[in-house]
């Protein structure tokens, strides 16, 4: 089964500060973190990899250069692969043209069975990027999901959160699925072996020129 996790780094919210004269987060000095909604994503793609007892996990972020640590922190949980689209052309991208560029990476990859994204990044917390890359992807989407039952290889159970309570559904692979952390959500921290480990797996970083001549024939 293939597995696919996008994921995003951002500021860690414990120390963001507001400029006070143009109301915006102020970047500058503060520690980036993997979003914790993704973490519990990538969590759940390892979990589900491990009780099929087969298959591989790519992870892909579109950021600026230090966006590496993070993709690093998922290798270490467990993805096996790596990719990070990054290039000053895709600075200030919105939501539409970020699920633009990872649907079109995920193309590049190839076939795939499952999307997982965050629900949403605790610094923008837009939760558009997932339904977006699920229209460019051309596939069904669930969000606000809680939980993933593995029926078999081509279908899911999923308990999806609503404002009365919860939908329990049932999604045919491909799918997209944007995932809620539990309340009592504490994201792990990898040990030093795989911490090491991760280094050692493939570790992709695509530019705008590499970009334009991988994806000439994806538009």
Same mark, same amino acid.
Not at 181 to 196: A, D, G
């Given at each position: 089964?293939?597995?696919? *996790?996008?994921?995003?780094?951002?500021?860690?919210?414990?120390?963001?500060?507001?400029?006070?004269?143009?109301?915006?987060?102020?970047?500058?000095?503060? %520690?980036?973190?993997? =979003?914790? !909604?993704?973490?519990?994503? #990538?969590? +759940?793609?390892?979990?589900?990899?491990? +009780?099929?007892?087969? $298959?591989?996990?790519?992870?892909?972020?579109?950021?600026?250069?230090?966006?590496?640590?993070?993709?690093?922190?998922?290798?270490?949980?467990?993805?096996?692969?790596? #990719?990070?689209?990054?290039?000053?052309?895709? *600075?200030?991208?919105?939501?539409?043209?970020?699920? !633009?560029?990872?649907?079109?990476?995920? /193309?590049?990859?190839?076939?795939?069975?499952?999307?997982?994204?965050?629900?949403?990044?605790?610094?923008?917390?837009?939760?558009?990027? $997932?339904?977006?890359? *699920?229209?460019?992807?051309?596939?069904?989407?669930?969000? !606000?999901?809680?939980?993933?039952?593995?029926? =078999? &290889?081509?279908?899911?159970?999923?308990? &999806?959160?609503?404002?009365?309570? !919860?939908?329990?559904?049932?999604?045919?692979?491909?799918?997209?699925?944007?995932?809620?952390?539990?309340?009592?959500?504490?994201?792990?921290?990898? %040990?030093?072996?795989?911490?090491?480990? *991760?280094? /050692?797996?493939?570790? =992709?970083?695509?530019?705008?020129?590499?970009?334009?001549?991988? =994806?000439?024939?994806?538009?």
């Amino acid at each position: 089964m293939k597995l696919i *996790a996008c994921i995003k780094q951002v500021p860690d919210t414990a120390e963001v500060k507001v400029d006070p004269k143009t109301h915006t987060l102020i970047r500058d000095g503060v %520690p980036s973190i993997l =979003n914790p !909604y993704d973490q519990f994503a #990538i969590e +759940e793609c390892v979990r589900i990899k491990e +009780e099929i007892g087969e $298959g591989s996990i790519s992870v892909i972020t579109m950021g600026p250069p230090q966006a590496r640590s993070a993709l690093m922190r998922c290798l270490a949980l467990g993805a096996d692969e790596a #990719i990070l689209i990054s290039d000053k052309a895709f *600075a200030g991208s919105d939501t539409w043209a970020t699920a !633009y560029t990872l649907s079109l990476a995920i /193309k590049k990859i190839g076939s795939f069975d499952i999307v997982f994204c965050g629900q949403q990044a605790i610094d923008g917390d837009t939760a558009q990027v $997932g339904p977006e890359l *699920a229209q460019q992807l051309g596939i069904p989407q669930v969000t !606000y999901i809680e939980k993933i039952e593995i029926c =078999n &290889k081509h279908k899911l159970t999923i308990h &999806k959160q609503t404002e009365d309570g !919860y939908q329990i559904l049932e999604a045919k692979l491909p799918v997209l699925l944007a995932l809620l952390p539990p309340t009592s959500f504490q994201p792990e921290h990898p %040990p030093m072996s795989s911490i090491l480990k *991760a280094k /050692k797996k493939p570790f =992709n970083v695509w530019d705008a020129k590499l970009w334009e001549a991988m =994806n000439q024939n994806l538009v």
